[in-house]
């Protein structure tokens, strides 16, 4: 089944069945498509003491201090 040119699919929509050009409902990423920035684990599990000594009061303080996003620090 090699076909060249976009995959045509017909569906029926109300009143009048047309050819259509078919999207892929469901996408694939790519491998390595975006690249994350890596914050050492060391400076992670340094703001992470903080906050759990009482150093830093919250997560968002850290984050600033450290100069990583909220999120990256919460999820771990």
């Known amino acids: ?10 569906r029926q929509s109300h009143a009048m069945a047309a050819a259509v050009v078919c999207m892929p409902r469901y996408y694939k990423k790519k491998l390595e498509a975006r690249t994350y920035a890596n914050y050492s684990d060391a400076s992670v599990e340094e703001a992470l003491l903080k906050i759990a000594y009482g150093e830093l009061s919250y997560f968002l303080e850290a984050s600033n201090k450290y100069g990583m996003p909220y999120g990256t620090l919460h999820n771990r």
């Open 1 to 10: 089944m090699n076909e060249s040119g976009p995959r045509v699919c017909t």
